[in-house]
């Protein structure tokens, strides 16, 4: 339940802290922390996680550049998203397009 508070908190604004989002959801950031452990999660990993599928359905599209993509999701600069989304899913940015892409050209009728 509170994972859920919290990526809404996040989607509406990827930058907020970890003290913001608990004084959002009045709460210490300790017990904020404390209950997110006992659901084994973390904030940071909500938020690597929100980050990832936010990146993918972005990706889909190919209007947005990888770079504004990176900048949407908070990224110092596009390297490091790359690396981010690389460890997420195993491939880069720019190979899920492509495989994204020739999916859609067979799916094509």
């Known amino acids: 339940a509170v994972r859920l508070k919290v990526r809404e908190l996040l989607h509406a ?4 802290t970890l003290d913001d989002v608990s004084r959002r959801l009045h ?12 659901e084994d999660l973390s904030f940071q990993g909500i938020k690597d996680e929100l980050r ?4 993918i359905l972005n990706l889909v599209r190919n209007d947005v550049s990888l770079a504004e993509i990176s900048y949407a999701l908070g990224f110092s600069t596009p390297a490091v998203f790359h690396r981010a989304y690389r460890h997420w899913t195993g491939m ?3 190979k899920y397009r492509t495989a994204q892409r020739s999916i859609s050209q067979i799916a094509k009728p």
């Open 13 to 16: 604004d990827l930058g907020r």
């Open 92 to 94: 880069t940015p720019g």
């Open 52 to 55: 990832r599928d936010l990146a």
């Open 27 to 38: 709460m210490s950031s300790r017990t904020l922390i404390r209950k997110l452990q006992d």
